[in-house]
């Protein structure tokens, strides 16, 4: 049952089912021996608007604090402003958040001081051993409680790194999905002037009753695509339910690849320090390498998944990474992922007075630029023999691959600036197909061809 909940990257199951009250509280003590172990005398704690987690939050304190450590409670949090906690304070932090997962999820994300990730290699298998053989007590003294409200440090923080004095005023649609966002959006850009910000389901409800907080699903984007062209807007922004990630739809109310922000934003850091490494994972459009090397910067390729990008970070000092997932990664943010930080650089870009025509851009026009390849997006087969159907595939196009290399999963370079990659889901039986190709026509037709043979 352990083995099913600590996932590859973090804690994630159903309340009441695989995680409760005494389980979270033996992870907690878990973390706490782990982090004692690394010198930490305190962790800081967040948690989302689901029904479970203040309860599962409080559980994990009682943890943390029966194995000497302190405890900093930041009570509701997006994600990345645990990070700013972790990293502000300079402790170790846990989020208790599901993500976009359906509302009977919960979960924990852990992270080092300075939210230096913590995964199955770098602490989470050890948990695990803890957890089945069970934690040991700690003879010493209880650790103390504490709470502290860092929502206005962590918006002025963002608001600091981002410079959106000068630019034109602009209508915002932001779909919060009754997520996190909601509680960070309007602290954030609401003390923006020139932002006009147009809230679409902002009440905090972890039961989503509008639609799942999970905008990578394009269904769920629909109601910002209508609610972006009734208001007028110029930009439409979506988060997932802990508002770590960010989604952008322009003033069509047309959706903008996570690709296309990726290297809009690599294109204003590397402006900042030319030459500087920007990460991106394999399945990120080859427009983003092709972008970074241009401006003379270097591009770093990665397997998916933020542990494995936050230690390359960590490692290269690479000054930005971003994600197919819309997940954004800055040195300047404790090299964690934001996508309110992803926001404030996409409408700083936006903003600019000095565009052509009638000296601004609109959002498709300003995408453009960055969007010059057509891609899938994730397709999922369920499938029981994956490492099968991926070498049938594989055989199929043994005569027109150009390279084949196994980073993570199987990626075949075919000719023309062509590509795919058949990854298998770490925690679901599914096979993850992503095409990219110079047009949409062959994008569809390579598809069909791959599908055909999975499914087949």
């Known amino acids: ?143 103390s409680e504490s709470e502290q409200d860092l929502l206005e440090a962590y918006a002025e923080f963002l608001r600091g790194l981002v410079d959106l004095s000068g630019i034109r005023p602009l209508k915002v649609a932001v779909d919060a999905g009754n997520g996190m966002g909601g509680h960070t959006v309007p602290a954030v850009l609401g003390a923006v002037g020139a932002l006009t910000v147009e809230p679409l389901y902002f009440e905090l409800d972890g039961s989503f009753p509008n639609h799942e907080a999970n905008p990578l699903d394009p269904k769920n984007l629909v109601d910002l695509q209508k609610y972006v062209r009734s208001t007028g807007a110029d930009i439409g922004l979506a988060f997932d339910g802990d508002a770590d990630r960010c989604f952008v739809v322009d003033e069509r109310g047309e959706p903008v690849s996570p690709s296309a922000i990726t290297a809009l934003v690599a294109e204003r850091e590397l402006a900042k320090e030319p030459g500087a490494t920007v990460i991106h994972n394999l399945i990120t459009s080859q427009a983003v390498p092709k972008l970074v090397t241009e401006l003379g910067g270097t591009p770093l390729r990665t397997r998916v998944g933020h542990s494995f990008i936050k230690q390359q970070m960590a490692a290269t000092g690479a000054i930005f990474g971003g994600e197919h997932s819309a997940h954004y990664y800055f040195r300047d943010f404790w090299g964690a992922d934001s996508g309110m930080l992803a926001a404030l650089h996409v409408l700083a870009a936006l903003g600019e007075k000095d565009g052509p025509g009638s000296g601004a851009q609109t959002m498709s026009e300003l995408s453009a630029a960055y969007a010059t390849f057509a891609a899938s997006g994730e397709i999922n087969s369920t499938v029981a023999d994956a490492k099968e159907r991926t070498m049938a595939v594989l055989a199929a196009f043994q005569d027109r691959a150009v390279a084949v290399d196994r980073l993570d999963g199987v990626t075949v370079q075919l000719p023309a600036d062509a590509w795919f990659n058949l990854r298998a889901s770490n925690t679901e039986p599914l096979l993850r197909l992503n095409v990219e190709a110079r047009s949409s026509e062959e994008v569809d037709a390579l598809v069909t061809e791959i599908l055909s043979i999975v499914r087949g």
């Open 1 to 143: 049952m352990v083995q099913a909940v600590v996932k590859a990257y973090d804690v994630r199951g159903v309340v009441g089912e695989q995680i409760d009250e005494d389980f979270v509280r033996d992870v907690g003590a878990a973390f706490a021996r782990l982090m004692r172990g690394e010198q930490a005398t305190r962790v800081v704690i967040g948690h989302d608007m689901r029904e479970s987690s203040p309860t599962l939050a409080t559980a994990f304190a009682d943890g943390v604090r029966s194995q000497g450590l302190d405890v900093v409670q930041i009570g509701l949090a997006s994600t990345d402003e645990l990070y700013f906690a972790s990293g502000h304070l300079g402790c170790p932090g846990a989020m208790f958040t599901a993500s976009h997962n359906p509302a009977r999820y919960n979960g924990i994300k852990l992270c080092r001081a300075n939210a230096l990730p913590v995964g199955q290699d770098t602490g989470l298998a050890t948990i695990t051993e803890e957890l089945i053989a069970g934690v040991p007590a700690h003879d010493g003294p209880r650790g």
